[in-house]
Nanobody
Framework: QVQVVESGGGLVQPGGSLRLSCEATGFTFSNYAMSWYRQAPGKERELVAAITSTGITTNYPDSGKGRFNISRDRIKSKIYLQMNSLKPEDTAVYLC?????????WGKGTQVTVSS
């Protein structure tokens, strides 16, 4: 059974950093993609960054460019989102998605709160 689990969220002051982790288990296919989304209260879910199993990365919203970086563990099906210079508007639930064989699997999310 495929499982996707996020971790690493928390409360951080503006200007601080957090590193989120996401691990996907229960599948053996070598060709897959994983991505980070975020959803703030009252807003639509937003794609933050994506990475393929071959390491091709894409960061999407202008708001995160230069501050967010997605990376992966080449051995495990695990990805990370390094977030620096965090702003209050980055406050959201951050969710991880695994896409394999044209199916999407979501984690439950990890809360990131940026506040002084």
């Amino acid at each position: 059974q495929v499982q996707v689990v996020e971790s690493g969220g928390g409360l951080v002051q503006p200007g601080g950093s957090l590193r989120l982790s996401c691990e996907a288990t229960g599948f053996t296919f070598s060709n897959y993609a994983m991505s980070w989304y975020r959803q703030a209260p009252g807003k639509e879910r937003e794609l933050v960054a994506a990475i393929t199993s071959t390491g091709i990365t894409t960061n999407y919203p202008d708001s995160g460019k230069g501050r967010f970086n997605i990376s992966r563990d080449r051995i495990k099906s695990k990805i990370y989102l390094q977030m620096n210079s965090l702003k209050p508007e980055d406050t959201a639930v951050y969710l991880c998605k695994l896409r394999v064989l044209s199916r999407d699997y979501w984690g439950k999310g990890t809360q990131v709160t940026v506040s002084s």
